[in-house]
C-alpha cells in the first residue's frame, strides 16, 4: 500500500491547493515533495497540523487511505455476519483461515488476538459442549490473559471485553470487570462511535447482569440505554433494549409486562429477517424462566 503522504498529494490536488497553502510552516518545501512522493513519514503532530489545512479529519483520511473501504479489523470483526458466521461453514472457514494467516504472517498482539476471537466463537457456535473444546480453552486463556496483562484499557479492549463476555464465569468477578469497562468506556463520550461502543458493552452484558440477579447496576444499565437510543439512528439497540429490559421486568415479578416488551422485540426482528435475534430472544427467556421455577 501507499504511504499517506501519496494519499495527501490526491487530497491537496482534488481541492485545488498548492504546496504552499498546506505546508508553509510545517514542512520545507523539499521535504513536503519527498513526502508527497512518498519517500517519508512525518510526525503524527505534523499530520494533524496538514489536515487542519485540508479539511479532513484523522479517520476520513484513513477511510480515503484505504480506498473508502474499511480497515480489516472492521471487515472482520465489527462487521461480521454472525448468523452467517454460525450457519454457513464456508463463511466461517474462510473467515477463519484469513484471520490464521494474519496472524501468523504479522506476528503481533492485535492480529492474534483477532484469531483467538474467531476461535472462541467457532467454538461457541458450533460446538456442542463449547467450553471443553481445545480452540475454545486456547483463545480463553490467551484472551483473558491479554486483558488482564493490559495496565490501561482503550477502546479495542472494552470492545474486546464486551465481545467476549461469554469467556468469563459468571460471578463477582465478571461483574467487577464490567464495571471497570463502563467507568472506562464513559470517558469517551466526545468520541465519534462513543454511543455505538457503550450500547454494545451494555447490552452484551445486561442478560448477565439479569441472571445473576444484581437489579440494581441492571436497572442502572436500561436507564443509560434509554438515554443513549433517543435518537432515531440508535433504533437497532432501542429493539434490544426492549428484550433485556422485558427480562429484567420478568425477572423482578411483572411477568406480563416483561412478555409485552419482548414480544415487542421478536416482532420486530421477525420482520426484518434477524432468525439469529429471534433464537437468542426465546433462548434467553427460556435460561429466565428455568431459573424461575
Request: net charge neutral; hydrophobic share 40%; with cysteine.
Amino acid at each position: 500500500m501507499e504511504k499517506y503522504g501519496c494519499t495527501i498529494r490526491k487530497i491537496r490536488k482534488s481541492k485545488g491547493f498548492s504546496q504552499k497553502e498546506i505546508y508553509t510552516g510545517i514542512l520545507s518545501k523539499s521535504f513536503a515533495i519527498d513526502f508527497e512522493k512518498g519517500l517519508y513519514d512525518i510526525k503524527f503532530s505534523l499530520m494533524i497540523k496538514i489536515l487542519s489545512r485540508l479539511m479532513i479529519s484523522v479517520d476520513e483520511l484513513i477511510l480515503i487511505h484505504n480506498d473508502f473501504h474499511n480497515p480489516v479489523i472492521d471487515d472482520s470483526l465489527f462487521e461480521l455476519d454472525m448468523e452467517k458466521f454460525r450457519e454457513d461453514a464456508a463463511y466461517s472457514k474462510k473467515i477463519e483461515i484469513k484471520m490464521q494467516e494474519e496472524a501468523y504472517k504479522n506476528k503481533d498482539s492485535a492480529s492474534m488476538i483477532r484469531y483467538m476471537e474467531i476461535l472462541a466463537l467457532k467454538a461457541f457456535y458450533k460446538e456442542s459442549d463449547y467450553e471443553k473444546s481445545h480452540d475454545y480453552q486456547i483463545a480463553k486463556r490467551n484472551i483473558q490473559k491479554y486483558l488482564f496483562d493490559v495496565e490501561s484499557w482503550n477502546l479495542s479492549e472494552l470492545r474486546l471485553f464486551s465481545d467476549m463476555s461469554f469467556l468469563y464465569e459468571d460471578g463477582e468477578g465478571k461483574t467487577e470487570l464490567f464495571q471497570c469497562a463502563w467507568n472506562s468506556i464513559e470517558k469517551y463520550k466526545y468520541y465519534p462511535d462513543f454511543a455505538v461502543y457503550i450500547c454494545h458493552l451494555l447490552t452484551n452484558n445486561l442478560f448477565h447482569l439479569i441472571y445473576t440477579e444484581k437489579y440494581s447496576l441492571a436497572k442502572k444499565a436500561i436507564d443509560r440505554l434509554y438515554e443513549l437510543t433517543k435518537d432515531v439512528t440508535m433504533l437497532t439497540w432501542k429493539v434490544i433494549l426492549f428484550y433485556l429490559e422485558g427480562l429484567y421486568y420478568y425477572a423482578n415479578g411483572k411477568v406480563e409486562k416483561g412478555l409485552n416488551e419482548i414480544e415487542i422485540a421478536k416482532k420486530i426482528y421477525c420482520v426484518t429477517g434477524n432468525n439469529f435475534m429471534v433464537e437468542k430472544i426465546n433462548l434467553g427467556l427460556e435460561m429466565m424462566q428455568n431459573q424461575k421455577k
